[in-house]
């Protein structure tokens, strides 16, 4: 039987206070440090949200990053010569995370590291047979994820943050307050099944925008559509103006789109 996705999410807060502890020196040497290089940021399925995290990262210090799959890898493996790689992946056993390092190898990148989960991950251990490739692997507690990559996925966001500065380990305070679970709660009762919801993003909310159309996506809960807070008013408002019945918006909002954000939600009709 598979893991109660209710468990998972309550795990999250302890795999955080974990994830804050480990030793993450050798990623940011390895990716964060030396910033001189356009980077090419590996993942499959859930992972990939964790891509998106590590671009943020990456741009904000100073150079331009891509998230990308396997496949697309493999269509951009004639610009790879010059480029750092880094593959994200939980279990680092599946074919086509395998594949994608293969290309990476036979295209001469400059520099690749990789990031897994799990300890003995055969992905580690064909990083660790190159010399221009490292293999960098935890050893999550809460051990393999259900049907949704959850910890695993929770892990990569804490120890990328972390290796590149932007959080340390007293920055452990994480509250949900019940107002907030009580809004959640009055979100959720009033969507239907078939809700398109179209999710607002921008800046270091893209990552979680990219995740929760994976997780709805991967577990058939809805359908879900994603623009950036300026792409949005280039015609995708227009999807509400003729399915408003059975549509929905998520609005995420970080200080940085504080303000664009209000500007585009207090332009949007109450009965959305």
């Known amino acids: 039987m598979g893991k109660p996705f209710k468990k998972e999410i309550e ?17 940011h040497q390895r990716v964060f440090r030396d910033t001189s290089k356009p980077l090419f ?28 799959t396997p496949l697309e890898l493999y269509y951009s493996r004639f610009s ?31 520099e690749i590291t990789t990031i897994c989960m799990r300890k003995d991950a055969p992905l580690t251990k064909l990083a660790n047979s190159f010399s221009v490739s490292k293999g960098i692997e935890f050893d999550i507690p809460t051990k393999k994820d259900g049907f949704l990559a959850t910890n ?21 305070a994480i509250t949900i307050t019940s107002s907030f679970k009580s809004e959640i709660n009055d979100f959720v009762n009033k969507l239907k099944f078939d809700n398109a919801i179209t999710v607002l993003y921008g800046g270091w909310s893209t990552a979680i925008a990219y995740d929760i159309e ?24 227009h999807w509400f103006a003729k399915r408003s019945n059975n549509s929905a918006i998520i609005a995420l909002v970080t200080p940085e789109e504080k303000q664009i954000a ?10 959305i």
């Open 11 to 27: 795990e999250s807060f302890a795999t955080i206070s974990w994830a804050l502890e480990q030793d993450t020196d050798l990623i």
């Open 41 to 68: 940021i590996v993942g499959s399925g859930g992972s990939l949200s964790a891509c998106h995290f590590a671009e943020s990262i990456y741009q904000n210090l100073g150079n331009v990053a891509k998230p990308i």
């Open 80 to 110: 790879l010569k010059e480029t750092k790689i880094l593959f994200i992946s939980s279990g680092g056993k599946n074919n086509d995370i395998l594949f994608a390092f293969k290309m990476a190898i036979q295209n001469q990148a400059s």
């Open 152 to 172: 695993s996925l929770t892990a990569f966001f804490t120890v990328l943050a972390k290796s590149s500065g932007h959080i340390n380990s007293k920055n452990k």
């Open 214 to 237: 994976s997780k709805f996506t991967e577990a058939a809960l809805g359908s879900v559509l994603l623009a950036d807070y300026r792409n949005f008013g280039h015609g995708r408002h």
């Open 262 to 271: 209000e500007k585009t939600i207090n332009l949007i009709p109450d009965y």
